[in-house]
């Protein structure tokens, strides 16, 4: 595959719903006003309107120009900040990892793993991380362009993009009797642990950042080799997978702008009782969920499809 279809194929898999998801974003925006957000409410529609024509195009946003208050390179949908990297690890691989034999791939992953435990263990080689004392310890950051976050940002993507290309080239998986619900208890189990360790205020914050990077280096290339051997029987499990793989990525661009607004809502009804406060929460999943369900029906098979035609001048599956 050429470089110019393999950047064709990744625009018409991923930027129709980019456009989408900060649209989104856009027409509620003014509905997170609240001081987590404090830059919303001094926003006028123009800068507004221009902040959208920006992030449409990808390019990272300079805190310069921020119009939430978090100095996101999307203020419009702040996840979009892992898909930018998304597209820097696509141009990596065409223009230079698609190139490498596995024995260079596997010292480059080497390197990139060293580069996640440095971080993990807030190891300041750069010393840049001295202004992130309140996630000291974590992978949490990446989504500004301060040194520090570029850091962060490229350690987030460097090991698990490159590891995962080299278990795809050296055919790693891992035959597994029921496959499916041990990879989904090991994800559960895993990810039902937000802090690992004595408590944030503590001085053991070290442990965290260990479990942080087994989680990274180990755990999670080890549940993608089970994943990849295993199969799934039954004609309805498949339909429930092919339907939560459907809408991953619809669910993934389009519902923050909904966290956003439930931020807002908890905020301004403080006084509210905790059921109402929980169905709030409850309505904020389903309405993601079916909002992505319908994007990914009714916008992204559609325009998807007409791209396609466009982009290739022939069909293509």
């Known amino acids: 595959m050429s470089v110019w279809n393999f950047a064709k194929r990744r625009l018409i898999r991923l930027h129709p719903m980019l456009i989408l998801g900060t649209s989104l974003g856009t027409l509620l925006f003014y509905f997170g006003m609240c001081t987590s957000f404090p830059l919303i409410s001094e926003t006028p529609w123009y800068t507004l309107l221009l902040a959208m024509f920006w992030c449409f195009t990808i390019i990272p946003m300079p805190a310069s120009m921020d119009i939430r208050g978090w100095a996101e390179t999307n203020p419009l949908n702040g996840p979009v900040w892992s898909l930018q990297w998304e597209y820097f690890a696509n141009f990596l691989y065409v223009l230079v990892f698609h190139h490498l034999p596995k024995w260079a791939l596997a010292v480059c992953v080497m390197f990139f793993a060293a580069m996640t435990i440095t971080l993990c263990l807030n190891i300041d080689l750069l010393g840049v991380l001295d202004q992130r004392a309140y996630a000291s310890y974590t992978v949490i950051g990446g989504w500004c362009l301060s040194p520090d976050q570029l850091q962060i940002g490229l350690t987030r993507l460097l090991y698990p993009f490159f590891s ?134 009714l916008y992204d098979l559609p325009v998807r499809e007409w791209l396609k035609q466009k982009l290739f001048r022939a069909k293509v599956s």
């Open 164 to 297: 995962g290309l080299l278990l795809s080239r050296m055919g790693c998986s891992i035959k597994v009797r029921g496959g499916f619900w041990w990879c989904a208890l090991a994800l559960v189990t895993c990810l039902s642990m937000p802090w690992m360790g004595l408590g944030p205020e503590g001085s053991a914050r070290w442990t965290n950042g260990l479990y942080e990077a087994a989680c990274i280096l180990l755990f999670f290339p080890l549940i993608i080799s089970m994943g990849a051997g295993s199969s799934l029987p039954g004609a309805k499990s498949q339909a429930l997978n092919k339907f939560l793989g459907d809408i991953s990525y619809p669910l993934y661009i389009t519902h923050f702008p909904f966290v956003c607004m439930q931020i807002a809502w908890a905020e301004h009804h403080q006084d509210a009782p905790l059921s109402t406060h929980m169905a709030m929460g409850v309505s904020i999943v389903i309405l993601s969920v079916l909002t992505a369900y319908a994007a990914h029906r």
